[in-house]
């Protein structure tokens, strides 16, 4: 990872050295990596979601580009949509889901970075949602037993 940021520009449909990566049927393509944080955009398909997790050493955010993304976020279900910002400090439980029907698209980051974009490239293409849950662990991400949608 870089230790500093460079004054560069990732375009539009690029991401960081070519990658983009399959977590758990999303498409998370990488914008920025430092230390200091770590930033992707992310396409929801209809009918995905990420568990309810908590990550021990970032916080999280999310800025919702298109569509609409419905989240659980301390325990209260919520609905996020095109420009809303929406803030997941570290030791706080979230989770979101697509149940739109149609597929969203939004930019998340973290600060700081951590060990995101390693547990990213561990379980890009991984199929099955309990061996990342329990790598995620390796990794200070630790979920909760999945549920199939925010109210």
């Given at each position: 990872m870089t230790l500093r940021e460079t004054p560069e520009i990732t375009r539009n449909n690029q991401s960081?050295?070519?990658?983009?990566?399959?977590?758990?049927?999303?498409?998370?393509?990488?914008?920025?990596?430092t230390e200091d944080s770590f930033s992707w955009h992310a396409l929801f398909p209809e009918?995905?979601?990420?568990?309810?997790?908590?990550?021990?050493?970032?916080?999280?955010?999310?800025?919702?580009?298109?569509?609409?993304i419905d989240l659980i976020l301390d325990g209260q279900?919520?609905?996020?949509?095109?420009?809303?910002?929406?803030?997941?400090?570290?030791?706080?439980?979230?989770?979101?889901?697509n149940n739109s029907g149609k597929p969203a698209k939004a930019l998340f980051w973290a600060a700081p970075a951590?060990?995101?974009?390693?547990?990213?490239?561990?379980?890009?293409?991984?199929?099955?949602p309990a061996q990342v849950v329990q790598v995620a662990r390796e990794y200070g991400v630790f979920?909760?037993?999945?549920?199939?949608?925010a109210a």
């Open positions: 960081l050295d070519g990658v983009s990566w399959n977590i758990l049927g999303q498409v998370y393509t990488p914008k920025q990596m009918e995905t979601f990420v568990p309810p997790h908590t990550h021990v050493d970032q916080d999280e955010y999310i800025y919702v580009l298109e569509g609409r279900a919520q609905s996020a949509h095109a420009g809303d910002l929406v803030r997941m400090p570290r030791g706080i439980p979230h989770a979101f889901f951590g060990r995101l974009v390693d547990l990213y490239r561990r379980i890009h293409n991984m199929s099955s979920f909760e037993p999945p549920v199939s949608s």
